[in-house]
């Protein structure tokens, strides 16, 4: 007997016999369970063939294709001694053992010549993939002179058809019959190596991968999936002329395993799991987790509160009418060169599960959402995933949100509220998942942050972007003796591996673990809402709603509603807590008023006005502005051409606005084009 039929027969007692650490037979149960689920492959964990017999081992490493065919042989024995119905019903080609968790990780960038031929494991996300096509494997050919019919096998991908019919010799075209052939799906995808293993300054490499039968299609572009496949090798023929002496090379996928979830690929022991539980029994884990966020950063406690609950996320809802409201928060911080953004943007892209970091003028609308490429090989147009739509389920990160042009900014609009990514170009119509939290990072208009102005001539952004933010924050650089001491002594002693002055007793939460507790947190958590919490939150809503009856500034809108829900579910979860507590409503609230106040107060009434964020002119200024529109409208009524601005003003501040506010208007209308002055000293209305 050959050592192959040796292996044959122990992989067929390895499918009856293996036993789990619970005691049960996973491919036993599994391999019952077939026929009735109408599978045709069972997935093979390699750990668990090798512990049961160290043989496989040196067969995969040498013989890889040998080693491949062994295993689906004996898959075929097994299932016709077991289920002969439903072998017979099938051709069993199409029966596959596929191997998964294969020992032999390869980076992508660390693939070679010596590869070639063997079995190998890699992981990356995929960028695009092509549409699923039938692949000829055995050809039924019929002779157009005596009509004989010709089976042939198509080997290599290539369709070769027969040079003569066997019958009446003749050397003639030959016809091919699709109904009598057999076809298998196929479908080539382009997997690259994941930004987290990417090394700084490099370009991300890319492999493409064949995939045939049942593995077609499992997996979508921007998911996280692992191959164990031969590493094959395809002549190069980019240049005319005939085949160049280099090959280019692919890997003819055997196991496909993709993570759904997330947080999957992270390894969460049994003591991990202790020291999580413990973590969130602590009192304090809240300060804890905070003070973990950044802490090469001084200060901002509030806005690193936010960006803690922003990575712990609130909880995805689907209504009855198929109506979905997001749970993840979007944060935008707007300061003053030097005040820390961008490092806070870098450590929560290396904290966050699918984190990715992107800047400015090097992001196209494109890059973010996704691009439509054209297949050279095929020439097809094939879809290739963009940074929100790899980011999906985790974290985006955008720096110098404000150097990005206008209209590839517009792309992250649908993305924010909807978490989806539409495309609709070159005949593909199409919407992507992506269900992730955007952090961005925005740097005034003026170069500093210049409190006399509004929000909206300081950041120059429109209204529809700035109200999908749930928060917005102002990092303002202000000069305080004590404060900037106080950084700089932190900043020295870090230069010189000091523990900074005052240092808490218990130390932060360091990253590693802490990417842990938010992957546990977000898998196991599901928090709801309690009745204490929504009567906090309802009260604060109405109660800062009522300030505004009588024609009042609007305070607060539906959309800061939905955001303290999210906020207080993502506190809960902070605490692995299953209900929103009335403290994490008042918590979600503290953080809701402390950004308000920085984005949305009015200086002129001392009240809160949204409109300030998400329109040109605050309640106040656009009461102010009827009041000059009518006092202008009513002197040109008269019988004037164009209005006196002395007079206009004088006229404004009878109507009862203070001159100094009447000047600062005139200003503003004057700004916008709904005044204009035809020449020094006089005004008129555009519409007259």
């Not at 413990?278 to 884990?285: C, I, N, T």
């Not at 002594?489 to 591996?497: E, K, P, T, V």
Request: proline content about 5%; overall charge negative.
């Amino acid at each position: 007997m050959s050592s192959y039929d040796e292996s044959q027969e122990r992989f067929e007692e390895f499918l009856r016999t293996y036993k789990d650490s619970q005691g049960a037979l996973p491919y036993w149960a599994r391999l019952q369970q077939m026929s009735i689920n109408a599978e045709v492959s069972l997935s093979i964990d390699y750990q668990d063939l090798i512990s049961f017999d160290n043989v496989f081992v040196t067969l995969a490493a040498e013989n890889p294709q040998r080693f491949i065919d062994t295993i689906n042989a004996a898959l075929v024995s097994v299932l016709r001694v077991e289920d002969p119905d439903y072998v017979n019903s099938l051709d069993i080609t199409t029966i596959k053992a596929r191997i998964t968790n294969y020992s032999e990780h390869v980076p992508l960038r660390a693939i070679r010549s010596k590869h070639i031929g063997k079995l190998v494991h890699v992981s990356g996300i995929m960028m695009r993939a092509s549409e699923v096509k039938p692949l000829l494997v055995q050809a039924m050919f019929q002779c157009r002179i005596c009509d004989e019919k010709i089976p042939q096998t198509q080997e290599e991908g290539r369709y070769t058809e027969p040079a003569r019919c066997p019958l009446c010799d003749k050397k003639t075209p030959m016809k091919l019959l699709p109904q009598e052939s057999q076809f298998r799906d196929w479908q080539k995808v382009r997997v690259q190596e994941s930004p987290d293993e990417l090394p700084p300054g490099q370009m991300p490499r890319s492999i493409d991968i064949v995939l045939e039968g049942d593995t077609v299609d499992v997996s979508r572009p921007g998911d996280l999936v692992k191959v164990t496949g031969v590493l094959q090798t395809t002549p190069d023929f980019s240049r005319r002329g005939g085949k160049l002496a280099t090959f280019n090379i692919f890997i003819e996928a055997n196991g496909v395993e993709v993570s759904e979830k997330e947080y999957e690929q992270l390894e969460i022991s049994e003591e991990d799991e202790k020291k999580i539980r413990e973590l969130a029994e602590d009192p304090y884990v809240h300060q804890r987790i905070v003070a973990s966020i950044a802490p090469s950063i001084q200060g901002y406690d509030t806005i690193k509160e936010s960006i803690a609950l922003l990575l712990f996320g609130g909880v995805g809802k689907k209504l009855p009418d198929g109506t979905r409201i997001r749970g993840k928060s979007n944060i935008l911080m707007i300061g003053d060169p030097g005040t820390g953004k961008s490092q806070i943007l870098k450590f929560v892209a290396g904290l966050a599960a699918r984190g990715l970091y992107t800047s400015g003028k090097g992001t196209t609308a494109a890059g973010l959402t996704a691009a439509v490429m054209h297949d050279p090989e095929s020439g097809a147009m094939t879809l290739e995933a963009g940074a929100l739509v790899l980011s999906d389920q985790g974290t985006a990160c955008i720096d110098e949100f404000d150097k990005m042009d206008p209209d590839d900014r517009t792309a992250i609009h649908e993305a924010m509220e909807q978490h989806t990514v539409s495309i609709a170009k070159a005949g593909i119509v199409a919407t992507l998942n992506a269900r992730t939290s955007v952090l961005a990072a925005a740097n005034p208009a003026l170069g500093r942050y210049e409190s006399s102005l509004s929000v909206q001539d300081n950041i120059k952004l429109p209204f529809t972007i700035l109200s999908r933010f749930d928060l917005v924050w102002i990092m303002v650089d202000t000069i305080d003796a004590k404060k900037d001491r106080e950084i700089a002594q932190f900043i020295l002693n870090m230069h010189q591996a000091k523990k900074p002055k005052g240092e808490s007793a218990t130390p932060p939460v360091p990253p590693a673990f802490l990417k842990k507790y938010i992957g546990y947190a977000n898998i196991n958590v599901i928090p709801q809402l309690s009745a204490e919490a929504a009567e906090v939150i309802e009260n604060f809503y109405v109660d800062l709603r009522k300030s505004a009856e009588g024609g009042a500034a609007v305070p607060i809108t539906a959309r800061q509603l939905e955001s303290l829900v999210r906020l207080s579910e993502a506190r809960a979860k902070m605490a692995l807590r299953s209900k929103v507590t009335k403290e994490d409503a008042q918590a979600s609230i503290r953080l809701m008023e402390d950004s308000l106040r920085m984005v949305a107060l009015d200086r002129v009434t001392g009240r809160i006005d949204i409109d300030r964020l998400v329109s040109k002119m605050s309640a106040s200024q656009r009461s102010s502005s009827d009041i000059i529109i009518k006092a202008i409208r009513d002197m040109e009524s008269d019988g004037a051409s164009t209005v006196n601005k002395d007079a206009l003003i004088q006229r404004a501040v009878s109507m009862g606005l203070a001159k100094e506010q009447a000047e600062e208007v005139i200003e503003k209308l004057l700004a916008e084009g709904i005044l204009y002055s035809p020449k020094e000293g006089k005004i008129r209305h555009s519409q007259s």
